[in-house]
């Protein structure tokens, strides 16, 4: 990056940014306190309008009701039938007519209406009556109680325009009781949302499930429907009362409430976003005019600034490149006494001692990675040497100790036990613990014998031609009672015809008999106990292989499984050099033996041996 570049991101870093990070942060913390304090003000009005409408609504019908319902309709007669319908006609100056229906919806005398606007009541046209009695269904009244009302659908009223919607009230009880049915035109409800709107500057409307406006603080949507966006929000199902969304492109930022009284309304109130958040956003367009004059500025004095020094710098930085690519010989051509000057003389310098010292680094690298690889050669071969003669000493140490300590104490505790048996009859109380003292006995004298063998050096291995299905056969003879004893389920897989190795016959049984009792021990607790031992032969070699069903052997041991004295058996036993004395036998006769093993499902060890 260039010097011009690094003032201009400085001067950035130093003054520019911090300014408008904090400037921006402060506009976006306004914006946000702003769209949540317009969000509560529109929840707040949003309820507010809806409990009004619902109370100047519902005031009007019960009113009517109250009034309908004291009066004995049944015994007036046409003229006092017509005074009582204009009682209810007066109840409320939202109402432009009303009429009497029978129990068939049919109408009864004449209706009480005004034909143009007077006392405050909308004029009502005749022509509308059939209109009138279609639009509100009196079928579900007849079986209500007296002063019961019920709502019909909204429509359009024929002389104002306005929202209106037809409210019939039961006159009496039973089936056969008359109705008195009147219109109610919204005009008090949109004088209503019109001064809340007036209040607030924001756009307050009464709608009804489908979207359509019933009446609205803007006279020219009224009766049409919401925007498609807000309409489907609408159209979501809520339990809160009062919600708020953001809808549209230009969004709408909008809080809708339901109407109480199980009426199907909801009162909206809505903003424009754009015009709501006007103040921030026109304050974040100046921060963004200063910030970009102030970068121009800054622009500007960088060039005037940085144009000398970079003309000069440029010739430094060209040798410095020529250093980069290996060219050493390369000098910086720069007169004068500034510090520049002297960065020169420095860098000529510099050039002359690197030249040297690079002839003398790659002499001296090349005799150091000869004498490197020399020395890590030596070390490994040291290193493997000593921990395999810390191995066999330990364990040769160990055995030699065991057969001189043990060894005749244990005879001669050997030899008394049987002395002491042969003297004892079967009924001896003693015999039991007796015989226990043998066996312990001959436990120890085996395990010392195990330890001797494995410290001692063997003797060259008598390889001849073998059969690994009779070494098998003849080992099984040895364990298979013990096995069936201990539920195991014993399945062969012989090779046919017979698979003949270069083995010592002695020597195999006891590596085939080292990995059962190694998978016996280890399927001693699980529920499935199936031993599975099989022969053949793939590549030029024999192979015979000692798979089970037992608890497997973790990852982090699986590199220490032939390792002298380690073990992971719940059970001790044989001082973990089973698989040890199996892995020299088979190392001796120039085999191998591989393992694979997943935790809780076994383990599979296989042996290669030489054809013979």
Same mark, same amino acid.
């Given at each position: ?5 690094q003032l201009?991101?400085?001067?950035l $870093? ?7 990070i904090?400037?921006?942060?402060l506009?976006?913390?306004? +914006?946000?306190?702003? $769209?949540s304090?317009?969000a ?13 409408v ?5 005031k ?17 007669? +046409?003229e006092?039938?017509?005074?009582a319908?204009?009682?209810v ?11 009497r229906?029978?129990? *068939?919806?049919?109408?009864l ?6 034909t ?7 004029? =009502?046209?005749?022509g ?10 009196v079928?579900? &009244? ?9 709502l ?10 306005k ?16 109705f ?5 035109v919204?005009k ?15 756009r ?15 006279? +020219?949507?009224?009766? @049409? ?5 807000l309409? !489907? ?8 009362p009062?919600?708020?969304?953001r809808v ?16 199907? =309304?909801?009162? %909206?109130? $809505?903003?424009d976003?754009?015009?709501? &958040? ?11 005019v200063s910030?970009?004059a102030?970068?121009?500025? %800054?622009? #500007?004095?960088g060039?005037?600034?940085?144009r ?10 060209s ?7 290996g +060219? ?12 520049i000057?002297? %960065?020169?003389?420095?860098?000529n310098q510099m050039g002359?001692?690197?030249e ?13 990675? $000869? ?5 890590? #050669? ?14 066999l !000493?330990?364990?040769?140490?160990l055995?030699? @100790? ?28 003693? %015999?039991?613990?007796?015989?226990k ?8 004298k085996?395990i010392?014998?195990n330890?001797?063998r494995f410290?001692q050096?063997?003797?060259r291995?008598?390889?001849r031609?073998?059969?690994?299905n ?23 897989e ?5 698979v ?22 280890a399927m001693?607790?699980?529920?499935t106990?199936v031993?599975?031992?099989?022969t053949?032969?793939?590549?030029g070699?024999? =192979?015979?292989e000692?798979?089970?069903?037992g608890?497997?052997i973790?990852p982090?041991h ?8 380690f073990?992971?058996k ?11 004395v ?5 190392s001796? *006769? ?7 093993s997943e ?6 060890f296989?042996?290669?041996l030489?054809?013979?």
């Amino acid at each position: 990056m260039k010097l011009y570049q690094q003032l201009i991101l400085f001067m950035l $870093a130093a003054t520019v940014l911090p300014l408008a990070i904090v400037g921006f942060l402060l506009l976006s913390r306004a +914006e946000a306190e702003l $769209a949540s304090r317009i969000a509560v003000e529109q929840r707040t009005l949003a309820a507010a309008t809806a409990e009004t409408v619902a109370s100047t609504l519902m005031k009007t019908v019960d009113a009517m009701a109250l009034v309908a319902e004291s009066i004995d309709w049944e015994g007036l007669n +046409e003229e006092e039938a017509r005074g009582a319908l204009t009682l209810v006609f007066r109840q409320s100056t939202a109402v432009s007519a009303v009429m009497r229906l029978d129990s *068939a919806g049919h109408p009864l005398g004449k209706p009480v209406f005004y034909t143009r606007e007077e006392e405050g009541h909308p004029s =009502f046209d005749p022509g509308s009556i059939e209109v009138l009695t279609r639009s509100v269904p009196v079928q579900p &009244l007849k079986r209500g109680e007296k002063g019961e009302a019920a709502l019909g659908r909204v429509y359009a009223h024929s002389r104002s325009g306005k929202a209106a919607v037809a409210v019939a009230i039961k006159l009496g009880a039973g089936e056969g009781a008359s109705f008195v049915l009147a219109e109610i035109v919204f005009k008090d409800l949109e004088d209503l949302l019109a001064r809340k709107a007036q209040d607030t500057g924001e756009r307050v409307e009464l709608v009804d499930s489908g979207g359509r406006i019933l009446a609205s603080s803007d006279s +020219e949507r009224r009766l @049409g429907t919401v925007e498609d966006a807000l309409r !489907a929000q609408l159209a979501v199902e809520s339990t809160e009362p009062v919600r708020s969304f953001r809808v549209g492109a230009p969004p709408l930022r909008v809080s809708a409430a339901r109407v109480p009284e199980k009426l199907d =309304f909801e009162v %909206l109130v $809505a903003v424009d976003e754009a015009t709501a &958040l006007a103040p921030v956003r026109s304050m974040r367009r100046t921060v963004l005019v200063s910030i970009g004059a102030a970068l121009v500025v %800054l622009l #500007a004095l960088g060039a005037l600034f940085t144009r000398r020094i970079t003309a000069r710098l440029s010739l430094v930085s060209s040798t410095v490149e020529a250093f980069g690519r290996g +060219e050493l010989d390369k000098r910086v051509k720069i007169d004068g006494y500034d510090e520049i000057s002297a %960065l020169a003389s420095t860098f000529n310098q510099m050039g002359a001692e690197l030249e040297q010292a690079r002839a003398r680094l790659l002499r001296w690298n090349d005799d150091l990675r $000869a004498k490197v690889d020399e020395a890590m #050669a030596e070390l490994k071969a040291a290193q493997a040497q000593l921990l395999e003669a810390q191995k066999l !000493a330990a364990v040769g140490q160990l055995g030699a @100790g065991v057969a001189h300590e043990l060894n005749n104490p244990l005879a001669g505790i050997l030899g008394y036990v049987q002395l002491m048996l042969m003297s004892r009859s079967e009924t001896d109380d003693d %015999l039991d613990t007796l015989r226990k003292i043998e066996q312990s006995a001959k436990r120890c004298k085996e395990i010392t014998q195990n330890l001797l063998r494995f410290s001692q050096q063997r003797a060259r291995a008598d390889l001849r031609s073998v059969d690994l299905n009779a070494v098998i056969r003849d080992a099984l003879s040895l364990t298979e009672l013990q096995m069936k004893s201990e539920g195991i389920t014993l399945k062969l897989e012989l090779a046919e015809p017979q698979v003949r190795v270069l083995a010592d016959p002695g020597h195999a049984s006891q590596v085939l008999l080292a990995l059962v009792s190694n998978s016996r021990t280890a399927m001693l607790k699980t529920g499935t106990k199936v031993l599975t031992l099989r022969t053949g032969e793939r590549e030029g070699r024999g =192979f015979l292989e000692v798979e089970d069903t037992g608890k497997g052997i973790l990852p982090e041991h699986r590199t220490r499984v032939f390792e002298p004295f380690f073990t992971t058996k719940d059970v001790w036993s044989n001082v973990g050099l089973g698989l040890s004395v199996a892995y020299r036998i088979v190392s001796e *006769a120039g085999g191998t033996i591989e393992m694979r093993s997943e935790v809780g499902k076994g383990s599979c060890f296989t042996v290669w041996l030489m054809k013979a």
